[in-house]
């Protein structure tokens, strides 16, 4: 068990980092014509730009381990699907939120908390579907393969 | 193959080394016989004690405190073996698939997943068996895909 939660925090870390650092990198070429590791709100509450990315940095990761934490969820199996997808998607949203909110990626108000849910089941779902379809392939190779015995 | 065979009443453990170029599937056949020359397994039902023949037992599952082996036409009896002891020492046919269950891969009618995503293995004895998401790459590894 502790060894499983090692193994998910030492892989959500190196991708929690990775995703941040290229969603920055986007945003910053998208929008400025130099590097902000988050919003300018963001930015602006700190001295200097060095603690700015260091601190982003912390929050990425700790962003990753959210989700690579609450995988582990999906692994309980006596509880129903339903039931892993429940709280694995209560255990992921808060905490992220709470994360993204420290973060500044959006301003603190009802309206911009909607349309981030929004978004966020959004992909939530998208995700869930590619899992689905995924098993799905899956089933249908090892038939294939069964039936050809 | 070039074999020697060296029969000595005191040797303990018993045991083959084999040297080869490659695992093949003949092979791991010959191999997984070899493996059970001096295994037999017992099942136990109510008060009976009763030999196992492996090639009729299609799926294994463990619950809270006891292990059940399923007999193709025939009821299901329990172990005293543990899951990890099972795993260990079962043929390759033998095929871990989730927390609590070792399907017979020889004995797997067909899979299904359900609207929940979860994949269901129907055995040829109509029983069934969950693979989980962990599971996944090692079945299809097991049964050679």
Redesign the interface.
């Known amino acids: 068990m502790m060894k499983k939660i090692g193994q998910a925090i030492g892989l959500g870390i190196p991708i929690g980092v990775t995703c941040g650092l290229v969603m920055s990198l986007l945003f910053s070429y998208m929008y400025a014509n130099m590097y902000y590791p988050s919003s300018p709100r963001f930015t602006a509450q700190f001295q200097r730009p060095l603690d700015a990315i260091s601190v982003s940095i912390l929050l990425w990761a700790l962003m990753g381990i959210v989700f690579a934490l609450s995988s582990l969820i ?2 309980i ?1 006596r509880w ?3 039931r892993r997808t429940a709280v694995h998607f209560l255990a992921s949203y808060i905490p992220f939120t709470i994360l993204a909110l420290l973060a500044k990626w959006f301003p603190a108000g009802w309206g911009f908390l909607a349309s981030y849910t929004l978004i966020y089941l959004g992909i939530y779902v998208a995700m ?1 579907l590619s ?2 379809l995924a ?2 392939h ?2 249908a ?3 294939k ?3 050809a015995r | 193959m070039k074999i020697e065979l060296h029969i000595d009443p005191n040797v303990a453990p018993e045991h083959a080394d084999v040297y080869v170029q490659a695992l093949t599937p003949p092979l791991q056949t010959a191999l997984d016989q070899l493996g059970q020359v001096d295994q037999q397994w017992w099942g136990y039902q109510d008060k009976q004690i009763i030999p196992l023949d492996l090639r009729h037992l299609s799926l294994i599952r463990a619950s809270d405190d006891t292990v059940t082996a399923y007999r193709v036409g025939g009821g299901p009896v329990q172990l005293r073996e543990r899951l990890y002891q099972l795993e260990a020492a079962l043929p390759s046919n033998f095929i871990r698939v ?3 269950e070792i399907v017979n891969g020889d004995s ?7 609207l ?4 269901n293995i129907a055995m040829q004895d109509g029983q069934v068996a ?1 693979v ?3 599971y ?1 790459r090692s ?2 590894e097991r ?3």
């Open positions: 999906f692994d199996e129903s699907m339903a869930w899992f689905y098993a799905r899956y089933v190779a090892v038939n393969k069964l039936a | 989730s927390k609590g797997i009618d067909h899979l299904s997943v359900g929940n995503g979860l994949i969950m989980s998401r962990r996944m079945l299809k049964l050679g895909l």
